[in-house]
T-cell receptor, first 116, second 114 residues
Framework: GENVEQHPSTLSVQEGDSAVIKCTYSDSASNYFPWYKQELGKGPQLIIDIRSNVGEKKDQRIAVTLNKTAKHFSLHITETQPEDSAVYFCAASTRGSSGSARQLTFGSGTQLTVLP | NAGVTQTPKFQVLKTGQSMTLQCAQDMNHEYMSWYRQDPGMGLRLIHYSVGAGITDQGEVPNGYNVSRSTTEDFPLRLLSAAPSQTSVYFC?????????????FGEGSRLTVL
């Protein structure tokens, strides 16, 4: 089936430093790439997304880049703060397993810890 | 502002028992889905629905049933629970499909099967 690989699985940074999480995907027809943040005991929440007709998108301290040729995309968080500590998931729109509507396939997640 | 509400939050079952995880949304979303979250495996799609009366299988549908009789509700049924179904289950909804816009997740239901 379609695959989304996410690295690293854990990441620790000092407060104020930048954090980068990378994902690769296998479905060349994928055209939507969201990133979700999951705080402890909560459901995931969308923080930023990008579509295949755009190479980069930024929202304050968060940015996402997409390289369609290489089939990888990355999340960049600058000036990290303790409240950025959470699990982050990338996802890519992929062909449904039953051949119907496209669905989201998620990466395995990155536990980000921002050290004070 | 309820959003997506899941019940129960915690449940312990014995192998072979059946149960239903409830999911309700008040945003009039046509698309609803169920995911399971296991350590190191991200979120995997179990079943989804694009509207009342329409359901389809996701990546890991075996052992689970769903129905969609109303726009608001999308229950997930475990007919005969197995230890492999120990997981955290998330319901999510969207105004478009999963691959076009934001998914709104519930807070999860943690299920343990002994």
């Amino acid at each position: 089936g379609e695959n989304v690989e996410q690295h690293p699985s854990t990441l620790s940074v000092q407060e104020g430093d930048s954090a980068v999480i990378k994902c690769t995907y296998s479905d060349s027809a994928s055209n939507y790439f969201p990133w979700y943040k999951q705080e402890l005991g909560k459901g995931p929440q969308l923080i930023i997304d990008i579509r295949s007709n755009v190479g980069e998108k930024k929202d304050q301290r968060i940015a996402v880049t997409l390289n369609k040729t290489a089939k990888h995309f990355s999340l960049h968080i600058t000036e990290t703060q303790p409240e950025d500590s959470a699990v982050y998931f990338c996802a890519a729109s992929t062909r449904g397993s039953s051949g119907s509507a496209r669905q989201l396939t998620f990466g395995s997640g990155t536990q980000l810890t921002v050290l004070p | 502002n309820a959003g997506v509400t899941q019940t129960p939050k915690f449940q312990v079952l014995k192998t072979g028992q059946s149960m239903t995880l409830q999911c309700a949304q008040d945003m009039n979303h046509e698309y609803m889905s169920w995911y399971r979250q296991d350590p190191g495996m991200g979120l995997r799609l179990i079943h989804y629905s694009v509207g009342a009366g329409i359901t389809d299988q996701g990546e890991v549908p075996n052992g689970y049933n769903v129905s969609r009789s109303t726009t608001e509700d999308f229950p997930l049924r475990l007919l005969s629970a197995a230890p492999s179904q120990t997981s955290v289950y998330f319901c999510a909804s969207s105004s478009g499909g999963a691959s076009t816009g934001e998914l709104f997740f519930g807070e999860g239901s943690r299920l343990t099967v002994l």
